[in-house]
């Protein structure tokens, strides 16, 4: 989906150049285009700019961005620029350039806010942050950078397909927020640091509750409870845990923990270690 709505204003461009004379320019023989770093100013901006958009759709993206810089350089009040700069931050962003391409899309946004394509320039900038979002185990200040940017893209297009996407993303990096979370308080509860801990699964469980990783958080909850002597706060938190995840295999080993000779959960369908890596990867 990332991918597909990533390129959808590109699609169309085709029919916006269409109906132009001037494309005689350049008929589309990528060996007649000139070589790298030669000057396009004797062309007309929307014979480049076709010519960008077909080294674009063919991946070649160096050259779409040699392009689209050449229409905006040479032609920088033509409304062609304009479209070519947003162009270039799309192809930044296909070859993974990501601080290339927000440079692109920052500019355009502030240039260029009423521009009918300005909910898709809100929306690629918080994917260039989103897909910088690392993995569990490491500082999660670009996931929250990322929420905020994709957040921004909810609150001005609430009903455009962006905004749809964008609120997925929300609830992925939610959960790998979680997960950060629960990785630093298993780690705190290994060694005993259980007030750690319980700061740590407490989080997830208040923050972070409609995330998959709540049903474990009560579980260790109620693990470093009983390990503290806390018998009723155990019973507590895992009846809150009964109440809202009645079929939980974390429950079930709650209550395994709770009542003597009942069984735990089977291994099988509860999220181990290696589950625990998948869920990091969107």
Not at 238 to 264: C, F, I, K, M, T
């Amino acid at each position: 989906m990332t991918r597909r709505l990533a390129i959808l204003p590109f699609l169309l461009a085709p029919l916006a150049l269409g109906g132009c004379g001037s494309l005689n320019f350049w008929d589309g023989d990528s060996d007649r285009l000139r070589p790298r770093g030669a000057s396009y100013a004797d062309m007309e901006p929307e014979a480049v700019y076709a010519a960008g958009l077909e080294a674009l759709r063919a991946e070649r993206y160096a050259q779409a961005i040699e392009m689209f810089d050449a229409v905006e350089r040479d032609h920088p009040y033509s409304t062609w620029a304009t479209n070519a700069r947003l162009m270039s931050g799309y192809a930044e962003y296909s070859r993974n350039r990501y601080t290339e391409a927000l440079g692109q899309l920052e500019r355009f946004i502030q240039l260029h806010p009423a521009h009918r394509d300005i909910a898709y320039a809100y929306y690629l900038r918080a994917l260039c942050y989103y897909e910088q979002i690392a993995d569990a185990e490491r500082d999660q200040q670009g996931t929250e950078t990322a929420m905020a940017a994709l957040q921004e893209v909810v609150n001005r297009f609430p009903n455009s397909s962006y905004a749809r996407d964008a609120r997925l993303k929300i609830d992925l990096a939610r959960d790998h927020l979680a997960g950060k979370e629960m990785n630093i308080g298993r780690f705190y509860q290994n060694r005993k640091l259980y007030s750690a801990a319980i700061g740590r699964f407490r989080r997830v469980v208040e923050s972070y509750q409609t995330t998959n990783h709540t049903p474990e958080a009560l579980h260790r909850l109620t693990e470093i409870y009983l390990a503290l002597g806390l018998t009723e706060e155990a019973r507590k938190t895992a009846s809150v845990l009964g109440h809202n995840y009645p079929g939980n295999p974390w429950y079930q080993d709650s209550y395994a923990l709770l009542v003597e000779g009942a069984p735990r959960a089977e291994s099988i369908g509860r999220p181990g270690l290696l589950q625990r890596a998948v869920d990091t990867i969107f």
